[in-house]
């Protein structure tokens, strides 16, 4: 009945009717300060609120049908949390399932852990209104709903159940489903700063946007184009950066990032020029523009700065040109045209600080980040030294930067990231983390309260991946099937540093794994090469035998992938701190974080009363202006 195999975390039932009008037109019975269409058509439309106990959602579908919601650990049916519910002679009705790991029809929980609060059915339109708490009540089915991003799968029906629950043949339409990756707790914005956008005197907006050309149809596209940034004569403060998606092309962009290119970019003869990324034929400005400035993803919103602080543009040393690097779903292969993109707001009037930019995590080089094949949890991590961050914090005379955004990234076989603090040996709450990441949902996510990172703060960043049914290793770099461990993030005041990264130092690698697949010694074929130009060169029964190969051969076991992670992790690392030279140097080689007192997050737990609800109410009237 349900979705088998989907990347979904919500699932919703619905039935279509020619008697309805747009969900826009439908107003939520109570104020909800967050609100998502699951679907391109706009048919299913969720609204919700939380606080420290509870989320509210109000579901609103195009149907006269049931409709139903339910939060999966992957994105299918098999683990997910369900809810259901449907509106038939005046009663709402509310069940609480989970979806069984054969997929298929989902049956109901032991326990009801689900608040009804109203429902009604309009104009061609349900609405079911529900309470649940944030904490997983149900020991065996519930999942708990937490700050990282949530799958959400939905589908809906064409008829109410006929007898008084949801049975194996109320089954959904092929097109009445979906899945969309979420934020239920993690989007906090910055209202105030909103309003002072608006506000600002002397408003003014550039666009970096897509050239609307057709190109190659193919289910999954990377497109890159890159642009001047504008010449202005005085410095100006970009105050809010949006994106500019395309009506008619909306179902089809995934993701935009807009890379920044390094100052020593001047000029271009390919000013404007638009290719596929990652690819041997890709523009060859994009191997130097990895500087991640925004990114946006389906469902993401706007990006306005904190109140005191604007981005510089229009003042020598800063950037001229950026890459803006485009995620087409394209899975039935049309021809697309697209002009979408994103929007700068800026002002000439400036603001109190200037707000910078850095890269921290694991340096994008060589073969220090390496994932074994086929392993289900492998921990990498980066470094950004206190050395290097205080460094540049006494070149531009402060003591502190506040930390306002962040933007964590990695590739596919990422499934967590966490932006760690430590302070003396002490880990502080981490600025940023996402311990359920999904590549296809990458936005830049607002750190409030801001975050204080002071002289002497030492930043790291963990990456958990998984390459489960993968037979080859996963080794850093630009492709999608390679990996990154990044956090980009916006603070302010200033200070002169773009990259704060470290990579486990030369030979490390060969070290570590030479007592584990045994062999002795080893060769590099080419300097900074990945493990397929390193070869064994003792024992002679391996000779010239690849680590690359030598990695993949071998069975890995769990013990023995913890194993790598820990000695890659307590190694000697190579630090990159590029901006304040020549106080800091470029290169230099540095010890891990020393984390004596780990942070340990509050649990949330259940509180009373968490089950024995009415699993029916008398259903909301109609106005007569047919809106909720």
């Not at 109570?30 to 048919?43: A, I, R, S, T």
């Not at 606080?51 to 959602?57: L, Q, S």
């Not at 289910?219 to 005085?234: A, F, I, N, Q």
């Not at 990498?380 to 005379?397: F, I, K, N, S």
């Amino acid at each position: 009945m349900f979705l088998k195999k989907w990347p979904i975390t919500v699932i919703c039932w619905c039935v279509l009717t020619t008697m309805v009008r747009a969900l826009v037109d439908v107003e939520p019975s109570n104020y909800y300060d967050q609100n998502e269409y699951l679907d391109y058509e706009k048919h299913f439309r969720v609204f919700w609120k939380v606080n420290d106990t509870h989320i509210e959602m109000e579901i609103h579908a195009i149907t006269t049908g049931w409709v139903g919601i339910g939060f999966s650990p992957f994105g299918g049916m098999e683990g997910a949390d369900i809810i259901v519910g449907w509106v038939r002679n005046g009663q709402a009705h509310i069940t609480d399932r989970y979806g069984p790991w054969y997929g298929g029809y989902p049956p109901t929980d032991r326990e009801e852990n689900v608040e009804l609060l109203g429902g009604s059915e309009c104009d061609g339109v349900t609405m079911i209104k529900f309470r649940r708490q944030l904490a997983a009540c149900e020991k065996y089915h519930d999942r708990p709903i937490t700050k990282g991003t949530v799958r959400i799968i939905y589908a809906y029906g064409v008829h109410d159940p006929v007898l008084n629950d949801l049975f194996f043949t109320d089954k959904h339409r092929f097109n009445h489903r979906g899945t969309k990756s979420v934020l239920l707790l993690g989007r906090k914005t910055r209202d105030k700063e909103q309003l002072l956008v608006q506000e600002a005197p002397d408003l003014q907006t550039f666009d970096i946007v897509n050239d609307g050309k057709s190109f190659e149809t193919k289910s999954t596209y990377y497109k890159c184009r890159l642009l001047r940034l504008p010449d202005l004569k005085e410095k100006h403060h970009i105050i809010k950066i949006e994106p500019v998606i395309e009506e008619k092309n909306r179902r089809f962009v995934h993701h935009l990032v807009i890379q920044q290119c390094p100052y020593s970019l001047q000029k271009s003869d390919h000013d404007g020029e638009s290719r596929e990324c990652y690819t041997a034929n890709s523009l060859p400005e994009t191997r130097g523009c990895l500087f991640i400035t925004y990114g946006w993803g389906v469902g993401g919103g706007s990006t306005s700065l904190p109140k005191n602080a604007g981005i510089p543009i229009g003042v020598p040393g800063e950037a001229q040109y950026v890459i803006l690097e485009t995620h087409y779903d394209n899975p039935t292969n049309e021809v697309i045209r697209d002009s979408s993109g994103v929007r700068f707001t800026y002002t000439s009037d400036l603001r109190e600080n200037d707000a910078g930019f850095i890269s921290m995590g694991h340096t994008v080089s060589g073969n220090g980040l390496l994932v074994p094949p086929n392993t289900d949890s492998y921990l990498v991590y980066g470094e950004c030294g206190a050395e290097c961050l205080g460094g540049a914090m006494e070149v531009a005379e402060v003591d502190s930067i506040n930390i306002f955004s962040a933007f964590l990234h990695s590739h596919v076989a990422g499934r967590a990231i966490t932006l760690r603090q430590i302070r003396n040996t002490t880990e502080l709450p981490p600025p940023s983390m996402d311990q359920t990441y999904d590549f296809n949902f990458q936005e830049t996510r607002a750190v409030i309260p801001e975050r204080t990172v002071r002289k002497g703060d030492w930043m790291q960043i963990i990456c958990d991946y998984s390459t489960r049914g993968k037979k080859t290793l996963t080794e850093s770099g630009l492709a999608t099937t390679e990996e990154m461990c990044l956090a980009f993030v916006m603070y302010y005041p200033k200070i002169p540093l773009n990259h704060c990264t470290s990579v486990p130092v030369t030979g490390a690698a060969e070290d570590i794994l030479g007592p584990m697949l045994g062999f002795l010694k080893t060769k590099k074929l080419r300097r900074n090469g990945q493990f397929r130009d390193i070869v064994i060169t003792d024992p002679k029964e391996k000779l010239n035998v690849t680590l690359e190969q030598e990695i993949n051969n071998h069975l890995w076991t769990k013990a023995e992938t913890e194993k790598l992670s820990y000695a890659f992790h307590q190694s000697p690392r190579s630090s990159f701190c590029m901006g304040p030279q020549p106080k800091i140097p470029l290169f230099s080689q540095i010890q891990p974080a020393v984390i004596e007192k780990p942070y340990l997050e509050k649990s949330t737990n259940c509180v009373a009363p968490s089950s024995g609800f009415s699993n029916a109410l008398i259903a909301n009237s109609c106005p007569v202006d047919m809106n909720f």
